[in-house]
Structures are given as structure tokens and as C-alpha cells.
């Protein structure tokens, strides 16, 4: 079975702080993308990425960036983290290609930011 | 972009009853998915089904990619089925990126 694993399911961090969500996937994809849900926006992709040391913007990238050393991991950063950050964070992988494949996803960090 | 609206927005059965969850989406896709959330908030994987048929136990879906729309079907619901079930696409133009509806909320009362 595919496992995508992010290393904290709960988080509360204050505001300034920087913060790194991480994300490992043992199925030897090439996609990993990172989501927020929040209530009434549904999810929304932040970031996604193709291959190592590749990144791709999504829909809402503004005060977010990753990082992709090595292909089974994706890192989150938030540079300097302020309240409206604060959210349920999920990682996805997929196999190779444009049309994605089926997409698998951990099981949430939810960050609070004070 | 690609739209996706999903139908109804909520629902609350009776145990042991049945439904249909339908998403319609607004451009030719190749890739959808259906997703249960469950109550702790992880995204479990019930269907990739990009058109066709498929069912696994009491659950079924049907993408009728021609006419952009898919259905997932419940029987004999179970309070275990309560929770969130979104519908996601990829259209063609899109770069590989999962397109979520805003999810229908079910709830099964005992």
C-alpha cells in the first residue's frame, strides 16, 4: 500500500515563527503536491512538484515555499508564520505524468498559529 | 479554470438506507477521483475512476465522461460512511493539478 507520511498532526506555533511541514512518500513518485483546507474554501493546492529540485506555484502560494532534496520528500516552509496560516495542511503523492494518476494523501497536520 | 460542483452540499440518512452523491464538472477531464474524508481529516481513496463503472462493497461510482458528470453511490449506509466525500478532476489543459468540488457532508444516524 502506498504511505504518504507528514511528521506532526498537530502543530501551534506563533506568529514570526518559522515553520517546516514534512512530507515522505515510500512509493517511489515522482508527484507530490501540498494542499490547505479550511471550512468553506475547501482545498486549495499551495504547491506542487514533478521531480526532485523541481516546484510548481499553485493557486495560492503567497507566503509559502517547499523544498524537494530528495524525491520521496516535500518540505512546506512557512517563512514567518501569521494567524491566517492557520489551516489543515495535507501532502498528496502520485505517480509521473500530466494527468497525475491517482492522487494519495497523509493524514493532515492541522497548524495553529497564535 | 475547470469547475466542480458537487450535489447535494449535505445529507443526513437513516442507517441502512441508500444515496447518490453526483459531481458535475465543466470541462473534459482525465482524471477523477473520489474521496471520503473521514473525522480525524485524512482524504481516504475510494475510486479513481476517470470514466466507467467500478464498485468496491456497498460502494459504487459511475463517470459518465461525455456528459461531465460522475455519481457515487452508497447502499445500506452505516454511521461509519458519515464524513465528507469529495469529488476531484484533472482537465486536460490543467498541468497535472486536482481540481476539488467543495464536498457533500453525510451524515448516518442510527
Known amino acids: 500500500d502506498v504511505k504518504v507520511t507528514q511528521s506532526s498532526r498537530y502543530l501551534v506555533k506563533r506568529t514570526g515563527e518559522k515553520v517546516f511541514l514534512e512530507c515522505v512518500q515510500d512509493?517511489?513518485?515522482?508527484?507530490m503536491f501540498w494542499y490547505r483546507q479550511d471550512p468553506g474554501l475547501g482545498l486549495r493546492l499551495i504547491y506542487f512538484?514533478?521531480?526532485?529540485?523541481?516546484?510548481e506555484k499553485g493557486d495560492i502560494p503567497e507566503g509559502y515555499s517547499v523544498s524537494r532534496e530528495k524525491k520521496e520528500r516535500f518540505s512546506l516552509i512557512l517563512e514567518s508564520a501569521s494567524t491566517n496560516q492557520t489551516s489543515m495542511y495535507l501532502c498528496?503523492?502520485?505517480?509521473?505524468?500530466?494527468?497525475?494518476?491517482?492522487?494519495?494523501f497523509g493524514e493532515g497536520s492541522r497548524l495553529t498559529v497564535l | 479554470g475547470i469547475q466542480v460542483e458537487q450535489s447535494p452540499p449535505d445529507l443526513i440518512l437513516q442507517e441502512g438506507a441508500n444515496s447518490t452523491l453526483r459531481c458535475n464538472f465543466s470541462?473534459?477531464?482525465?482524471?477523477l477521483q473520489w474521496f471520503h474524508q473521514n473525522p480525524w481529516g485524512q482524504l481516504i481513496n475510494l475510486f479513481y475512476?476517470?470514466?466507467g463503472t467500478k464498485q468496491n462493497g456497498r460502494l459504487s461510482a459511475t463517470t459518465v465522461a461525455t456528459e461531465r458528470y460522475s455519481l457515487l453511490y452508497i447502499s445500506s449506509s452505516q454511521t461509519t460512511d458519515s464524513g465528507v466525500y469529495f469529488c476531484a478532476v484533472v482537465g486536460y489543459n490543467q498541468g497535472g493539478k486536482l481540481i476539488f468540488g467543495q464536498g457533500t457532508e453525510l451524515s448516518v444516524k442510527p
Open positions: 512509493m517511489d513518485h515522482e508527484n
Open positions: 475512476i476517470p470514466s
Open positions: 498528496a503523492s502520485s505517480i509521473a505524468g500530466l494527468n497525475t494518476g491517482e492522487l494519495f
Open positions: 470541462d473534459s477531464v482525465n482524471n
Open positions: 512538484s514533478y521531480d526532485v529540485k523541481m516546484k
